[in-house]
């Protein structure tokens, strides 16, 4: 699902209510069959960690990991997507590794860097790797090519629909970028 619209128009709020991140005052936001509203917060994060990978704004890598921990982050929050992660490679590093490079991350003297050394596009490409880890049911990509250079955005997008496609995820790209409609 591609979702295009002006800064300020609400779909960052949407995907936060879609993340159950931000609960809606009024209403019912059903996920997986899941209404998000009536559960704890603990719930909907356990819920989160098991069943949705988030691509964020922010990026939100955590600066004392190194890049390949970054990654499999979600494995420590996640029985299930560790599961998957190992089913697939065996190795959570291994996994972590197979996405990155994917990304074009994957030389050794890069993975070596802090992620605070990294340039923007390198840690946004982290952050997807990171969101990709343990194949989520549901993949929300928040302006995930707003730091990429135009080469790197068809591959990027390619690499998000390949690895939904494999996993059986749903992805929710939203951009305000109406250039990437046709890639959808």
Do not use: W
């Not at 972590?96 to 992620?115: C, E, K, N, S, T």
Request: proline share 5%; charged share 25%.
């Amino acid at each position: 699902l591609f979702i295009e619209g002006p800064s300020g128009s609400g779909k960052s709020t949407l995907l936060g209510l879609l993340a159950g991140v931000t609960v809606p005052r009024a209403g019912s936001v059903l996920v997986l069959d899941q209404p998000l509203e009536r559960m704890t917060g603990a719930r909907r994060d356990h819920f989160r960690a098991d069943h949705i990978g988030y691509i964020f704004q922010m990026f939100n890598l955590i600066p004392y990991l190194g890049i390949v921990d970054n990654v499999t982050l979600p494995c420590r929050f996640s029985k299930r997507r560790r599961k998957r992660a190992l089913t697939r490679s065996g190795d959570l590093a291994a996994e972590a590794r197979r996405l990155l490079a994917h990304l074009d991350m994957a030389d050794p003297a890069l993975l070596a860097r802090p992620v605070s050394e990294l340039s923007v596009g390198q840690q946004q490409r982290v952050a997807a790797a990171r969101a990709l880890m343990g194949s989520p049911e549901i993949l929300i990509a928040d302006e995930p090519t707003s730091s990429l250079d135009a080469d790197r955005r068809k591959s990027f997008v390619r690499l998000l629909f390949d690895e939904c496609a494999e996993a059986g995820a749903t992805l929710i790209f939203v951009s305000h970028d109406a250039s990437l409609e046709p890639l959808f």
